[in-house]
Nanobody, 119 residues
Framework: DVQLQASGGGLVQAGGSLRLSCAAS????????IGWFRQGPGQDREAISC????????WYTDSVKGRFTVSSDNAKNTVYLQMNSLKPEDTAVYYC????????????WGQGTLVTVSS
């Protein structure tokens, strides 16, 4: 069965860094596209960063450009989201998802991991 496991969240001070991991199993990882999403309190879920395991194409939403970096390790079936210069506005539950159509894969979802950034 398809499984996605997000991990690496926690409490960090503003300006600090965290690395989130999305470990995948149960499908051909190399043929999928992976999306990172987040949802803060009272906010809509939004796409943050996405990557294609097929050709390496990446995308970032404007609010995280220059601060976040997405990467994929196909040998480990894992996608990472390196988050630097964190701001309180980054506080949210972060999710990873996989799919075959959109660059921001959204057909299979993992459980979220909570990131809290203190001021």
């Amino acid at each position: 069965d398809v499984q996605l496991q997000a991990s690496g969240g926690g409490l960090v001070q503003a300006g600090g860094s965290l690395r989130l991991s999305c470990a995948a199993s149960g499908f051909f990882f190399d043929g999928y596209k992976i999306g990172w999403f987040r949802q803060g309190p009272g906010q809509d879920r939004e796409a943050i960063s996405c990557i294609s395991n097929i050709d390496g194409t990446t995308w970032y939403t404007d609010s995280v450009k220059g601060r976040f970096t997405v990467s994929s390790d196909n040998a480990k079936n894992t996608v990472y989201l390196q988050m630097n210069s964190l701001k309180p506005e980054d506080t949210a539950v972060y999710y990873c998802a996989a799919g075959t159509y959109s660059l921001c894969g959204n057909e299979y979802w993992g459980q979220g991991t909570l990131v809290t950034v203190s001021s």
